[in-house]
Structure formats: C-alpha cells, structure tokens
C-alpha cells in the first residue's frame, strides 16, 4: 500500500470549511483514497473514499488531483464534533485480507 | 442504524491471565477484523476472518492470540496469557463483503493489565 504524509495537526474556526490534505506519491494506479476519522479513542469511522473522480457525501467531499499524488478531505462546514484524528490510507479494495494501515493523521482541532 | 457491538467497554486483569474480548458484528456482515490501539499511539492491525478462517494475521498475533466465531453472531478475541504491554483498546471491525470498501468498527474494549 502506498504510504500517505499529511500534517501533524490543524486547527478550524466553527463553520467554517475545513480542508484536510494528504498526499499520496507513490500511489499506484488500483489503489483507492479512503478517510476514516476517530473522535478521543472510539473506534474509526468511515468518511469517504476515491479512485480518480472527486467524490461527495452527506459527511464530506474528497478532490483527488488529476495526477492522484493528492487529495483533499473537505468538511464544508466544521462543528465541534468534527474535532478527531483524520486517517488519509491509500490501498486495494475490496477483498477479505484489506486490512486498513492508519497512520499518525491529522488532528483537526475546530475552535469555538 | 446497524453497529458493531463490543463487550465489555473495559475489563482489567491480572498479568498470565487468559482473557476474551467480545463481538457482535453487523448482522449481514462476512468479514471480520481485530485492531489494537496502545494508549498514545497508531491504529494496528491485527488479524482478519473470512469463512471462518483467518485471512490474515499481522505480526503482533503470535501464539498468545486467537480468533473465534464461535456461533452466527458473534466474534472473540482470546489473549491466551495476557502481558502488560497488551493492555491496550482494541477494536473490532467487520464488512459486508469482499468488495465492500468501508469496514464498519465497533466503539472498543479497553483492556488493562495489571
């Protein structure tokens, strides 16, 4: 699976949109962008995966660069339960033995 | 809306003990995960199970762990002889099919040995 760098942390004003990048170099061309997110240890949640085309769900919306190196989670208008570690992983999917490889992420801290 | 279930949210026990950790995955659901979070630090896998089998095992699932489902519903994880450094969260994920993309994780058992 192709490794993913995104920063340590951010910080977002309530409302506002939130836009968390990652980028994904080595991404090879059947490997998909998922976000998952965790909120102060509970169990991650799935937010939204890609391949190639930019996506959008009731949580969030995924841009994917033309060249797929990048991608961009956007919560289109952050509260403070959005506040949680955002996990970018690039891999294969489908199948029985996709484990997911998280990463150290990104805290998003929405501030009041 | 559909979630998985994990009992109990904490359990503490005492080092050389056996424990098992508890799963309910989503009903319609074929395949199932464990993960571990050490306090401070990165998700891990840890094992998978399809039809009734692992599929795959990371290198933290030595001997000391095991994985059942031991009847239609539900989905354990046994450390055989716990050790302090496995206290730690551990989830448990499941998903509808092999070419489902989202896992589904339940909210995790805290195990704290002593």
């Known amino acids: 699976d192709a490794k993913t760098t995104q920063p340590t942390s951010m910080d977002c004003a309530e409302g506002r949109a939130a836009n968390l990048p990652c980028n994904h170099s080595?991404?090879?061309?059947?490997?998909?962008v998922y976000w998952y997110r965790q909120i102060h240890s509970q169990g991650p949640q799935y937010i939204i995966h890609?391949?190639?085309n930019n996506e959008t769900n009731e949580m969030a919306s995924l841009i994917i660069t033309e060249d797929r190196k990048s991608s961009t989670l956007i919560l289109p208008h952050a509260t403070l339960r959005d506040t949680a570690v955002y996990y970018c992983?690039?891999?294969?999917?489908?199948?029985?033995?996709?484990?997911?490889?998280f990463g150290t992420g990104t805290l998003l801290a929405v501030q009041p | 809306e559909p979630e998985v279930t994990q009992t109990p949210s904490h359990q503490v026990t005492q080092m050389g003990q056996e424990v098992i950790l508890r799963c309910v995955p989503i009903?319609?659901?074929?395949?199932f995960y464990w993960y571990r979070q050490i306090l401070g630090q990165k998700v891990e896998f840890l094992v998978s199970?399809?039809?009734?089998?692992?599929?795959?095992k990371s290198e933290i699932f030595d001997d000391q762990f095991s994985v059942e489902r031991p009847d239609g519903s539900n989905f354990t994880l046994k450390i055989r002889s716990t050790k302090l450094e496995d206290s730690a969260m551990y989830f448990c994920?499941?998903?509808?099919?092999?070419?489902?993309?989202?896992?589904?994780f339940g909210q995790g058992t805290r195990l704290t040995v002593v």
């Open positions: 994920a499941s998903k509808r099919s092999g070419t489902s993309t989202e896992a589904f």
């Open positions: 080595t991404i090879s061309g059947n490997e998909y």
């Open positions: 890609g391949l190639k």
């Open positions: 992983i690039v891999r294969v999917g489908g199948g029985a033995t996709n484990k997911l490889i």
């Open positions: 009903s319609n659901h074929l395949y």
């Open positions: 199970f399809y039809n009734n089998e692992i599929s795959e």
